[in-house]
């Protein structure tokens, strides 16, 4: 997985010209702004690229300074913003309105602070004409339209995607790609009606591609009744992250793979992070609690990320087949997996190797597994130490 993601990452990475973020004031943005008119709203005005940019919308009421509400800026979390629009309506005709404009930007900044922090922000205030009294003006558009680029696991979702189908096609590529564990476990084991429960953190981007393409390529066979994704919290603090109620779930039963696909970029995008733990148990039991009826419960986890919400393990009555993604001999595999594995009666599943019966392991027994050694003990499973 190291290999996978820090190719993408560096390539895209080596593609972004790296601008020094210069803070900026009110004065300096009011006097900087581009105005212009036009007719009335347009989504997505200069946003011509939509696969690299997305749009937030915050509304203001006409002839009001206070943003509606400020749940959007959630959305916006740590990413680059792009561009700030904001559109009001040329009603009355000929009352100045810089006072109640410079308000409302004054609001802005109070609760998404980030808008001042990069002198490259674009902004744009758009005064809107096609009103000629209050009902047409209250019709229209008011408030800030935020255009902002997704961050890095959107941006390497999509590159995934789009290398693993120029594969499947014969294509030439030249990437460093080697993990294919998650299509690869699939493909050997004739698992039907599962569960799958997917750590869609940025990292985990390859594997998001790996699933949603060979989704498409198996749709006719109809082997995965309920999807869940998770991201430890969406945009929540770490200090607020309580076990078994971080959140950041997305469910989802469809056999189309491109509504599947949308669902997985909102939960990418809803996701900022945080301290490298994730919420996997969590997301476990919300899927079975809402599939009751899959045979399999199948959970793609993060080799690298510690499991947040290891006290909900004695919950899980049902086998958690695990495919773990980034393993390798220089990582050898994370013993909380294994753990989880062996306590509800599931299994562990690599690229080349499925690991079953780990429930009959006792205590001082042990396996080997890709050169490294783990032994069963008190607390459970612990890597030997290699001398």
């Given at each position: 997985m190291?290999t996978?993601?820090?190719?993408?990452?560096?390539?895209?990475i080596?593609?972004?010209s790296?601008?020094?973020a210069?803070s900026?004031?009110i004065?300096?943005v009011w006097?900087?702004i581009?105005?212009?008119?036009v007719?009335q709203?347009q989504?997505?005005?200069?946003s011509?690229?939509?696969?690299r940019?997305f749009q937030?919308t915050?509304y203001v009421?006409?002839?009001?300074?206070?943003?509606?509400?400020?749940?959007?800026r959630?959305?916006i979390n740590?990413?680059?913003?792009v561009?700030?629009d904001?559109?009001?309506?040329a009603?009355?005709?000929?009352?100045?309105?810089?006072v109640l404009?410079r308000?409302?930007i004054?609001?802005?900044?109070?609760?998404?602070?980030?808008?001042?922090?990069?002198?490259n922000i674009?902004?744009?205030?758009y005064r809107?004409?096609?009103c000629r009294?209050a009902r047409?003006?209250?019709?229209?558009?008011?408030?800030?339209v935020?255009?902002?680029?997704?961050?890095a696991?959107?941006?390497?979702?999509q590159?995934?995607?789009?290398y693993?189908e120029?594969?499947?096609?014969g294509e030439s590529?030249?990437t460093?790609f080697?993990?294919?564990?998650v299509s690869?476990?699939f493909?050997r084991?004739?698992w039907?009606?599962?569960l799958v429960?997917?750590?869609l953190?940025?990292s985990?981007?390859p594997?998001?591609?790996?699933l949603i393409?060979?989704?498409?390529?198996?749709?006719?066979?109809d082997?995965?009744k309920?999807y869940v994704f998770?991201n430890?919290?969406?945009?929540l603090p770490?200090?607020r992250?309580?076990i078994?109620?971080?959140?950041?779930?997305?469910?989802?039963?469809?056999?189309?793979y491109?509504?599947i696909?949308?669902?997985?970029l909102?939960c990418m995008r809803?996701g900022?992070?945080?301290d490298?733990?994730e919420?996997d148990?969590?997301?476990?039991?919300?899927g079975?609690?809402?599939?009751?009826?899959?045979e399999?419960?199948?959970?793609i986890?993060?080799?690298?990320s510690p499991?947040?919400?290891?006290a909900?393990?004695e919950q899980?009555?049902k086998?958690?087949k695990?495919?773990?993604?980034?393993?390798?001999?220089?990582?050898?595999?994370?013993?909380?997996y294994l753990?989880?594995?062996?306590s509800t009666?599931g299994?562990?599943?690599?690229?080349?190797?499925?690991?079953?019966?780990?429930i009959?392991?006792?205590?001082g027994?042990?396996i080997k597994?890709g050169?490294?050694t783990?032994?069963?003990d008190?607390?459970g499973?612990?890597?030997?130490?290699?001398?």
């Open positions: 190291k996978i993601f820090c190719t993408l990452f560096f390539t895209l080596s593609s972004i790296v601008l020094t210069q900026v004031s004065q300096d006097r900087s581009d105005r212009q008119d007719d709203y989504a997505n005005r200069h011509s690229d939509t696969s940019h937030i915050l009421d006409f002839g009001s300074r206070y943003l509606q509400s400020v749940e959007a959630n959305l740590e990413q680059k913003i561009s700030v904001l559109y009001y309506s009603y009355p005709r000929g009352l100045n309105h810089d404009n308000g409302r004054e609001e802005l900044s109070k609760a998404l602070p980030q808008v001042l922090d990069d002198a674009k902004w744009r205030l809107q004409t096609a009294n047409e003006a209250r019709q229209l558009f008011h408030g800030f935020i255009t902002v680029e997704p961050h696991g959107i941006t390497l979702l590159e995934a995607m789009s693993f120029k594969i499947e096609t590529v030249d460093q080697t993990d294919f564990v690869d476990v493909d084991n004739d039907v009606n599962m429960v997917t750590d953190t940025g985990m981007s594997y998001a591609a790996q393409l060979w989704l498409k390529l198996n749709a006719i066979e082997r995965i309920q998770f430890d919290g969406n945009t770490d200090d992250k309580e078994g109620h971080t959140g950041g779930l997305y469910e989802i039963r469809s056999k189309d491109s509504v696909e949308s669902l997985a909102r809803s900022h992070g945080g490298g733990q919420n148990l969590e997301a476990v039991l919300h079975v609690s809402i599939c009751e009826d899959c399999h419960l199948i959970l986890a993060d080799n690298f499991v947040r919400d290891m909900l393990l899980i009555k086998p958690v695990i495919i773990l993604c980034g393993v390798s001999e220089e990582t050898g595999i994370n013993v909380e753990n989880i594995a062996r009666g299994s562990i599943h690599l690229m080349e190797q499925d690991l079953y019966n780990l009959e392991l006792n205590e027994e042990s597994i050169g490294r783990y032994i069963v008190k607390d499973f612990r890597e030997e130490r290699r001398i």
